[in-house]
Structure formats: structure tokens, C-alpha cells
């Protein structure tokens, strides 16, 4: 058990002046997210973390919205920062071209994946802990780096300099990203949560890695299709330097809106293009073909992530 002298000499070094050792909280069960706050001392599995703050939202439109379960941290003992997940549950429900899917956050599964992927290089690393309630707190290490959407959006090429000259290899990280998950749904586990902001290029490896797979899922006909629906959306991204809206180009190319129909729009989000050839007409066939997979005129979806791997394969392999 670590004493309060100890806790207290190793948190001198981080508060600021005038901070007073009567003022240290000390919290063995973290139950109570709200409770936890900047400079309260956690501890757990006879490790001390002293708090700093919540992370905000990063999902589109929600930027400055706080997820008071999820802190950073320092780590008394090595004086390393980290992000620290507390338990949180919410669901809600999911529809994905006329399928359903019942969502749930499920701190135990993404427990579960940190010890599967742990050697893994194309996903974040960390370590559960327990806390006096046995809840599993979720211990993290921080990526250096870019989110891949804001390394695409901050990109200067316009866009055709971009498909010849920077796609490719973006292709090439991303289906590293795709066998990732392949990996995951090969040991009956899914993401969950696949979106452009939950891949972080690490900085100093250049590898593509996943964050945030506390979210599962429910659907008795293909277990594994949220997770696909996610990744083309992200491919539509890539592919598309950025979303292609119907708004946009209501306002800056009317006559491109002309040639657009229906089948034309992502079977999830029914404002964005996904049949990109007709905006960008060197956009490789091969390619294209793969994002018609996500379109709502497609015929049909893929329903494994190997399907896609393959067909994004052999794609790059005509660029």
C-alpha cells in the first residue's frame, strides 16, 4: 500500500505553488466519474495516478463537449502521463441502410481487447486495472500524433495531386487498418466505434492506430457489419480528401449535382458521395468499385472484412 508521504512528496512536483498536502482526495472506487477531478489521486492495483483533467469529444460537431470518464493523468511512480477510462455505460440504437443495430458501451470488452492487442501495432496500448468496486479502469498510453482525419484535412494538395501522389500510400496504411479489425473479428471481437477520428498516426512509428473500442454491438445477421458500414465511410473519406457533400456541391458545382442520383449516396449518411468517379473522374475504376459497395444503389454489402482487404489490394495494385 503506498503511504500518504509518499503520495504527497511525488505530487509536490506537479501541483503549483501554494498547494496544500490538507487538500489531497484520495479515491479507491471511481464509480462516481463526477467525483473524480484535477488533483485527486486514484489509486489502483497499488499504482498512483494523480488527475489533471477530462478529455473533450472529438466526434464532428461535438468538440467541446467533456467526457468527464475519461482523464488524464500522471503516473506517480514514473511520472508519465496517460489517459485513464472510467467506467461509463450508455446505448442507444443504430440504423445502417434498413438494418438495425443495438449499441452499448462495454468497458469489459474494451479490457478485454487491450490484452489481445497489446503486441499489436496498429491499435493503442494500455492496461486494466481494478478499483475497490472491481470496476475496470482502463489505463492507457498516449499517442503522439495526428487523428487521420485532421491529417487529411490539413493536407494543402488539391485534390488530383493528392490522388496521384499521397493516396496510394494512404490506401496502403489504411488497409493496414482494415487487417486490424480483420484481426479483432478473427478472435470474435469487434471495434465497435469505427470512425476517421478513432485512428491515431503515431508519430513516431508512422503507424495507423486505433483508439476508443469501448463500444459493442447487436445484430443477429452479420455481427460483424457495423464495423464494415464505419470503414467504408472512412474510405469515402480517404478516397475523397474530406466528405463530398450534396450541399457543397449544390453551392460550388451545380453541374455535378446534375449527374448524381440516389444510388449514387452513402448508405449511411445520405447527404455524402460515395460513387466519387463522378466528382473526380480519375479516381481508378478498381477503387471506385469499392466504394459502390457503400453506396445505397449496391447490390450487396461486403459482410467480412477480407472481401474488402482483397478488393482494396488489388485496386492499389492499378494505381
Excluded at 473524480?36 to 483533467?53: C, E, Q, T
Amino acid at each position: 500500500m503506498l503511504s500518504h508521504e509518499f503520495i504527497i512528496g511525488k505530487m509536490a512536483y506537479w501541483m503549483p505553488a501554494g498547494w496544500s498536502a490538507a487538500d489531497l482526495r484520495i479515491h479507491t472506487d471511481a464509480s462516481d466519474y463526477f467525483k473524480v477531478g484535477y488533483g485527486d489521486v486514484l489509486l489502483l492495483g497499488g499504482k498512483a495516478f494523480l488527475i489533471r483533467n477530462s478529455t473533450r469529444e472529438g466526434r464532428f460537431g461535438l468538440d467541446d463537449e467533456v467526457k468527464q470518464w475519461v482523464k488524464r493523468a500522471i503516473a506517480l511512480d514514473t511520472g508519465e502521463m496517460c489517459i485513464i477510462k472510467l467506467v461509463f455505460y450508455e446505448k442507444f440504437t443504430a440504423r445502417v441502410g434498413g438494418i438495425t443495430f443495438e449499441c452499448f458501451r462495454s468497458p469489459r470488452k474494451e479490457a478485454r481487447i487491450l490484452d489481445l492487442v497489446k503486441d499489436h501495432p496498429n491499435f493503442m496500448h494500455g492496461i486494466t486495472l481494478a478499483d475497490e468496486k472491481n470496476n475496470p479502469i482502463r489505463i492507457l498510453d498516449l499517442i503522439s500524433g495526428k487523428t487521420l482525419a485532421d491529417h487529411i484535412t490539413d493536407m494543402k494538395q488539391d485534390h488530383e495531386a493528392y490522388c496521384h501522389e499521397t493516396l496510394p500510400s494512404v490506401l496502403a496504411n489504411y488497409i493496414q487498418c482494415v487487417k486490424a479489425v480483420r484481426f479483432l473479428h478473427d478472435h470474435n471481437e469487434k471495434h465497435g466505434d469505427i470512425r476517421r477520428d478513432h485512428i491515431m498516426i503515431d508519430t513516431h512509428s508512422g503507424h495507423y492506430r486505433w483508439i476508443d473500442f469501448d463500444y459493442n454491438y447487436r445484430h443477429r445477421e452479420n455481427i460483424y457489419g457495423y464495423d464494415l458500414f464505419g470503414l467504408g465511410n472512412i474510405l469515402a473519406f480517404v478516397v475523397g480528401k474530406g466528405d463530398v457533400l450534396l450541399g457543397d456541391l449544390n453551392r460550388n458545382a451545380p453541374q455535378v449535382l446534375d449527374k448524381l442520383t440516389e444510388a449514387d449516396l452513402n448508405i449511411v449518411f445520405r447527404n455524402r458521395v460515395v460513387n466519387l468517379k463522378k466528382i473526380f473522374p480519375y479516381i481508378p475504376t478498381a477503387l471506385n468499385r469499392v466504394l459502390l459497395h457503400f453506396s445505397r444503389g449496391a447490390n450487396w454489402f461486403y459482410e467480412h472484412t477480407s472481401q474488402l482487404i482483397d478488393d482494396l489490394e488489388s485496386a492499389v495494385l492499378e494505381m
